[in-house]
């Protein structure tokens, strides 16, 4: 079977949707660090629809690890197809916004350089939590993180985020341009606001002048960005080759939702999203915290417990009842009182999120969703967590959530077989596991010492503690698929 690229675009199967403007007219304006699977199913996506108006704002996407997706990639020109599937079928569409793919490692000096072009107006991330090299429980820089202390040395060759993003604006500001705007897409907290503290400090730590350049120049936009983006699979890559008529080796599955909303400051411009979908606002945090805390905080939940009972994807899980049930109750009665109050209907907010989770077509793996829980359970269970507590609220389901990663990061499932931890912090809680033993008495509180997950408070607090330890204990005595339907049936708290 030929491969997507350019010269095949004529052989594409007449379903497939293509791009309707000539790449060679398309110029780069967009940095993008982290060109993983969510970026080319979101973002890239949105730009794709903007190019045949404005072709100025092509995406340069940077990897700042490995060179898979370049090497993918590189033979199909950085086409590639995006699958929107559910029940009622899928709609496919060849996207060629991106206009080359880099490896930061392999090329420090020309990334700076493609940094410093005035035509580059926006650099933007999806480099998953763990990618900011901060401490997630206060979301400050962690200056003593390997990368950080290296590029502070080495700035020229920046390995981390944080390093990267600061070398390109010093090669601006040393170069008399403009600073780009900086576009944080991940699931941080006042992403914007947390990234700029981390560039700031960062720049600061390097360069005093550079630093109170970028604090009083550059902009950091925050976003909340929403698509439901699993990692490609070999059957995916199967089902795409035979939809299409062409060989794709990195075509992305994802659902049909996708959403996007941005603060609209970007001093050099940015491209009209507004005109497909995007929503622009002036603030974005009610929108972050309605969807940190209902979407991805049940996600979390639902991924552990899943994963625990056996359930390989996302959509099998809710298949159990008392799961569903446990995961609708902790959005309604735990995690939505905590909200402001929102121009949303968070009733059909919620039901389209348990609609969106039931997909068959989707197989979100429950073990990917695992990935990283160090750095994403402060965002998405303990904030709710926190909140509840001061109001004098049950815990008992967001306590599950956090037992259940406990449970999780030992290592060992319910059945004794190893489970592949992948969390920055895996070594040092899988010791602190064997070290404590499977008593939950134990674990809980060895596990809920680690600061940078927990902070200072949480284990202070015996409300938290005695409601994570019965949680844990339970899943030691009765296992998962026992505990969630005692929990699931106990009703509202």
């Given amino acids: 079977m030929d491969r997507l690229c350019e010269a095949t675009l004529d052989r594409l199967d007449p379903s497939v949707e293509r791009f309707a403007y000539d790449r060679e007219d398309i110029e780069t304006g967009i940095v993008h660090l982290g060109v993983g699977a969510f970026h080319r199913g979101h973002q890239a996506v949105y730009t794709d629809a903007l190019l045949a108006e404005d072709p100025n704002w092509g995406i340069l996407g940077v990897s700042l690890r490995t060179g898979e997706t370049r090497d993918a990639l590189f033979p199909q020109d950085n086409l590639y197809t995006v699958s929107a599937v559910d029940g009622d079928g899928a709609r496919r569409r060849v996207i060629g916004s991106l206009t080359g793919v880099m ?35 206060t979301g400050t820089l962690n200056e003593d993180d390997p990368e950080i202390v290296h590029d502070l040395k080495h700035l020229d060759h920046a390995r981390s985020t944080i390093g990267t993003i600061v070398g390109g604006l010093r090669h601006r ?16 907290p006042a992403n914007g606001h947390t990234l700029r503290g981390l560039v700031v400090r960062f720049a600061e730590l390097f360069d005093s002048d550079l630093g109170k350049w970028v604090a009083d120049e550059v902009r950091f936009p925050s976003t909340m960005v929403d698509r439901i983006v699993p990692a490609t699979t070999d059957a995916d890559r199967a089902s795409v080759a035979a939809a299409i008529g062409l060989e794709d080796a990195w075509p992305i599955v994802t659902e049909p939702f996708t959403q996007w909303v941005v603060e609209d400051d970007f001093p050099l411009g940015r491209p009209a999203w507004e005109r497909v979908g995007v929503e622009f606002v002036s603030d974005v945090a009610p929108y972050e915290l309605m969807k940190l805390r209902l979407l991805n905080g049940s996600h979390s939940t639902l991924a552990y417990l899943g994963y625990l009972m056996g359930h390989e994807t996302v959509a099998a899980a809710m298949g159990e009842p008392a799961l569903a049930r446990l995961v609708a109750d902790l959005m309604a009665n735990e995690s939505a009182p905590t909200l402001p109050a929102l121009s949303v209907d968070l009733s059909a907010y919620r039901g389209d999120l348990l609609a969106r989770f039931r997909n068959p077509a989707l197989k979100h793996r429950t073990w990917q969703i695992a990935m990283d829980g160090s750095q994403k359970l402060p965002q998405r269970l303990l904030g709710t967590i926190r909140d509840r507590l001061t109001l004098g609220a049950p815990i008992d389901r967001l306590a599950l959530g956090v037992a259940a990663w406990m449970r999780y990061v030992t290592g060992i499932d319910e059945r004794g077989a190893a489970i592949d931890v992948r969390d920055p912090l895996a070594a040092r809680l ?47 005595r009765f296992g998962a698929q026992a505990t969630v339907a005692t929990i699931a049936a106990e009703g509202s708290g």
């Fill in 430 to 476: 899988r010791a602190i596991a064997d070290e404590a033993g499977p008593i939950a008495a134990r674990l809980a509180p060895a596990l809920a010492g680690v600061h940078e997950v927990f902070g200072a408070d949480l284990p202070a607090d015996p409300r938290f503690m005695a409601a994570v330890t019965t949680a844990l204990d339970r899943l030691y």
């Fill in 173 to 188: 500001r040393d170069r008399g341009l403009a600073p780009f705007t900086v576009l944080a897409c991940d699931n941080l």
């Fill in 103 to 137: 490896i930061a490692r392999e090329d420090p000096t020309g990334l700076h350089v493609r940094l410093a072009d005035p035509e580059v107006r926006i650099v933007s991330t999806t480099v998953t939590e763990k990618g900011y090299c901060h401490d997630p429980a």
